[in-house]
Structures are given as structure tokens and as C-alpha cells.
């Protein structure tokens, strides 16, 4: 059997040596557009800052290497540009030379491009760049030399966070450029703001809400009317998949351009398969088609296409989406749909943030992980988010885990994970996070967000804060707010009214869920805990903080 992949890099070298593992007579042929297979495409921003040396390291295997270890045909800088269904064969260009073969099956693992957006004297200027592969990298590496002084990324979203980053470290320095309100838009807003704050210490200068209308030489004029110096531009404003090729040929696809595939990654002609950035996947959580480019689903498709052609049964379950950015001291990572998501599909959610220490608080090195948790009214986790310095990558895969093998809120105190002082707490973060929803859930306490304090001040609500003096002199006490120590609530109940609405916060939320629970137990029905407490008051709205 003579199979055919269109494409060399994740998801394809994963489905050739697969495929060579599986049968040593089957004809396996590999094209690549590029002069590279098999690269570390998620490593190129790191050769920038040469936190990644050498270029050599960034390719994984040779053509050489593939023919001699499995005996697959690899060529490369060989472009296919057209597939005849109908006779079961396509169309080569190599080194202007066509060629046409024919297949028994066809793999399209057509992977996805940069959006490069319509903005006038883009395409004049020869220092604006691309980051995808090695040669875009090439090109990068090239142009930064000591003329460079100033750099814009257009695009804040994983590979433009990563660019900023490197060309910091580089010495650069750097304006970023973000269409939405925020930078990384799969977070929700306030999870984003760590990282903002991390990229602001770090001399980022941000701008959001804003785009590139014109380029004129080392000139960007933003559609906000400002206008910035750059001496080179890298564009990192979102990718497509590469699906024309499938279009052309006729090949189903769905609204996002992601070629349409069967459980076992077949397209609308079932001799063809396609699988990686350039597949429409569904998601678990909203069962609806989606786009997730990234890594792991790419390499796991490869596999299992690869199964599937032999006729071995795969799991090939619905997407969630897992992903992590490293951003200077700081990570951020996430799973499932975000909050913004959950509101657009009309769903009845709860939200919590949690904040705890990534291993035992009294060994030394620990930091705080931030952590959301979303989740339904009957407990179901669909989406999950953390900010930290350490540790955010263990919690975020836990939760995934768990999201993916549909486990509930209350499943996650049942988890049992590894325990020591130098690498987590008796109780993990993920622990807490299930806890707190858990109370929620059965009502044992309501929380309200940072973002509807007001509404509730301006009811009247009496605003309590139980940390001790000693931390509101050091960190100041959210403006409206009185300072009564959880100690001290007891001495202070009989002198409120019962029938007072009353919020309660501390530094975090744990502290001040004992005085819920404290004024809950003495007869009092309204009363509310700040989510996040302080800590995530302050990070949006450092402002209202009274010193």
C-alpha cells in the first residue's frame, strides 16, 4: 500500500513512523513544502534570545535520518499543489519541476499559517517578519543586528508573548500590539493581568484595543490615532489552517476552514485522511467544531490515523484545548473553555479563585499559584485557569485530567498526589480549588467577583475585611471596607444586626470563608464571600486600595 503524507512537521513524522512501526511493507512517502521535517517549531522564539543555542537543536530529524531509521521516503522543499480524487493522485512541485504519484491513501497534515492582516505598506517594507518555521527564524536572526533597537509584535497571544519575551532578553526593546482588550485572550481578563503586570516590570510596553492601520518605514500608525517607532515588526496576530488545498479538491469543511473529519480522521473521501492544525475538531465542553492547534493533539492524531489506516480501534475523544505560556518569571496555562466562553453559550456557571502555595508554605521557596475554577451548577468542571510562578503546569494538567475523564468538583478532594514539603501541601491547590466549589455547590457559602463588589456597595452591604491590622497597614484595605480580625468577629456579632448584608474578605478567601461560616452559624442569611479576596481586588483595581 502506497501512502502518501502532505506535510513532515508534528502530526505527519508522527504518522509515518507510526505507520513504519506498524507495517514494513507499506510505501510511505513524505512531502514537505519547507527544506525542514520534523522540527521543534514550539522551541523557534527561545533561538531569538539563544535561551536555545543553537539552531541544530531545533531539528529533531533529518530527511537522512527518517529514510535510514524507518525507511520513509521524505522529500523536501516539494510543494503538492493539487489532488485528483477521481484518479487517486497529486500534483508535485519540486525545484519547478511537476510530478504526479499515485496513492492508495493520502494523509493531509497541511498544518496552519500566520493571519497576516490587511494593513496598508505591509507588503513594501522589508522588516517585517513572520515566525512559523526555521526559515522564518533564518529571516529573524538575520535582521536583528546592533542597527536594531526597537521591535513591535503584533499579536499577544502565545507565540507573540513568547517573541516579547526573547527579544527582551535580547535587549531589545519592545512595544506589543493586541486587537482585544487584553493580552492572551484564551484567559479571562483578570488572569491575564498577572502577566500584564509581569510583562510591565519586565519594560514591555503594552498597547491593547488597538491595531496597525499603516506602515511607513520604521513608522506604525495604530488605528487608537497613536503612532510608534520600530525598527522591525513580527507579526504573531493568529494562525489559519492551511486547508485550501482541501477546498480546491472539494473536501468538506466547517465554518473555521478546518478540513471536516470522522472519528477515525477520515475526510469527506474516505481514501483521504487529515489530521493536526489544519482539522476541525469538536470540543467536550461545547460539542461544538473548533480549531486547537497545538502540539499534543497533533502528535496524538498522528498515531492514531496511523492506527486507523491498519484498522486497529482508536480513542480519539473530543478536545479541550490544554496550553501553557512561560512569560519571564512567571507561566500561565489553562484548560477547558474560559469564562467569557461559558457566558457566550448561555451556560448556568460558578466561578472560584483560589490562591495557594505551589508546595508547603513553610519550606522555603514557596509561591502562591492563582487558580480559577469554573464549573456548573451539578459540579461538571469546564474550564480551568492558573497564573504562578511554580507549579502551574502540575495543577493545570491535574485539572485537564480531570476534565477530560469528566470527573466532578467533588472528585478533586478525592485525588490522592504525591506529597513532600519541598514539592506540594497536604492539601494542593487543586484540593482547595475543589473544596471551595464544593461549598458552593451545596450552598455552605456564595461568593460574589471583584467585578460586582460596587453593586453591593451600593445596596448598602456591610463591608467587613478579618485580616489583622498589622496586614491592612502593609497592604492596604479596599476603600468602603471596615477592619474587624477574624479573632475578634465573636466580641463584635451581638452589635450587627441580623438581618445586615454583609461581605466578608481577606487576603485570599479562606479566612474570610470561617467569618461566613462564623456569622452563617449565629443566624445571619446574607451574608457573601469576595472571591479572591483581596489579592484579586487589587490586581484589578489597585486604585480603590486605601493605604
Do not use: W
Amino acid at each position: 500500500m502506497r501512502i502518501i503524507i502532505v506535510g513532515g512537521v508534528a502530526a505527519g513524522m508522527s504518522a509515518a513512523t507510526r505507520l513504519r512501526r506498524l507495517s514494513e511493507k507499506d510505501e510511505i512517502i513524505v512531502f514537505e513544502k519547507g527544506p525542514f521535517v520534523s522540527f521543534a517549531n514550539c522551541g523557534l522564539p527561545y533561538h531569538i534570545s539563544k535561551t536555545i543555542k543553537h539552531r541544530s537543536q531545533l531539528i529533531v530529524q533529518t530527511a537522512d535520518d527518517l529514510r535510514s531509521r524507518f525507511n520513509i521516503d521524505v522529500r523536501v522543499n516539494s510543494e503538492v499543489t493539487h489532488i485528483d480524487r477521481d484518479n487517486k493522485m497529486i500534483s508535485v512541485n519540486h525545484d519547478d519541476q511537476q510530478e504526479k504519484l499515485y496513492y492508495d491513501k493520502l494523509i493531509l497534515s497541511l498544518g496552519s499559517s500566520p493571519v497576516i492582516p490587511k494593513i496598508e505598506g505591509l507588503h513594501t517594507q522589508s522588516n517585517i517578519f513572520q515566525l512559523r518555521n526555521i526559515p522564518d527564524l533564518d529571516n529573524i536572526m538575520s535582521h536583528l543586528d546592533e542597527s536594531i533597537k526597537t521591535v513591535a509584535v503584533l499579536g499577544a497571544g502565545f507565540i507573540g508573548i513568547e517573541v516579547t519575551e526573547n527579544l527582551i532578553k535580547r535587549g531589545f526593546s519592545v512595544n506589543l500590539i493586541e486587537r482585544s482588550n487584553q493580552i492572551l485572550p484564551n484567559l479571562d481578563i483578570e488572569m491575564a493581568q498577572s502577566i500584564t503586570n509581569e510583562l510591565i516590570k519586565n519594560d514591555v510596553r503594552i498597547n491593547t484595543g488597538t491595531t496597525i492601520n499603516k506602515v511607513s518605514r520604521d513608522i506604525l500608525y495604530l488605528d487608537n490615532g497613536m503612532s510608534i517607532q520600530a525598527d522591525a515588526v513580527i507579526i504573531a496576530a493568529g494562525i489559519r489552517p492551511n486547508s485550501d488545498i482541501a477546498i480546491a479538491a472539494g473536501l468538506k469543511v466547517g465554518p473555521n476552514k478546518g478540513i471536516v473529519v470522522d472519528h477515525d480522521f477520515k475526510t469527506s473521501d474516505s481514501n483521504i485522511y487529515a489530521i493536526g492544525d489544519v482539522i476541525s475538531v469538536i470540543h467536550q465542553i461545547t460539542e461544538q467544531e473548533t480549531l486547537i492547534p497545538l502540539a499534543g493533539p497533533a502528535n496524538r492524531h498522528g498515531r492514531q490515523v496511523a492506527d486507523a489506516i491498519h484498522g486497529l480501534s482508536i480513542k480519539n475523544k473530543p478536545e479541550i484545548g490544554t496550553s501553557i505560556v512561560k512569560v519571564f518569571s512567571k507561566s500561565a496555562a489553562s484548560t477547558g473553555i474560559n469564562e467569557k466562553q461559558a457566558k457566550q453559550l448561555g451556560l448556568n456557571y460558578h466561578v472560584t479563585h483560589t490562591f495557594s502555595y505551589h508546595h508547603a508554605s513553610y519550606y522555603p521557596g514557596a509561591t502562591q499559584v492563582m487558580m480559577k475554577l469554573i464549573f456548573t451548577n451539578t459540579g461538571d468542571i469546564i474550564g480551568a485557569q492558573a497564573v504562578g510562578n511554580q507549579g502551574v503546569d502540575k495543577r493545570i494538567d491535574l485539572l485537564a485530567t480531570a476534565i477530560k475523564f469528566r470527573l466532578k468538583v467533588d472528585d478533586l478532594p478525592e485525588l490522592e498526589l504525591t506529597y513532600a514539603p519541598p514539592f506540594g501541601a497536604a492539601k494542593d491547590p487543586v484540593h482547595i480549588s475543589g473544596y471551595v466549589a464544593e461549598n458552593i455547590i451545596n450552598s455552605r457559602s456564595h461568593n460574589i467577583q471583584y467585578n460586582e463588589l460596587e453593586n453591593y456597595r451600593r445596596d448598602g452591604y456591610l463591608l467587613i475585611d478579618v485580616r489583622s491590622s498589622q496586614e491592612i497597614r502593609a497592604m492596604g484595605l479596599i476603600n468602603g471596607f471596615i477592619n474587624i480580625p477574624l479573632e475578634k468577629i465573636r466580641d463584635h456579632i451581638n452589635q450587627i444586626p441580623k438581618d445586615t448584608g454583609i461581605i466578608v474578605s481577606c487576603a485570599t478567601g479562606q479566612r474570610s470563608y470561617t467569618a461566613e461560616r462564623i456569622f452563617i452559624n449565629n443566624g445571619f442569611r446574607n451574608v457573601k464571600n469576595l472571591d479572591g479576596a483581596f489579592s484579586l481586588y487589587q490586581l484589578m483595581y489597585p486604585q480603590n486600595i486605601v493605604k
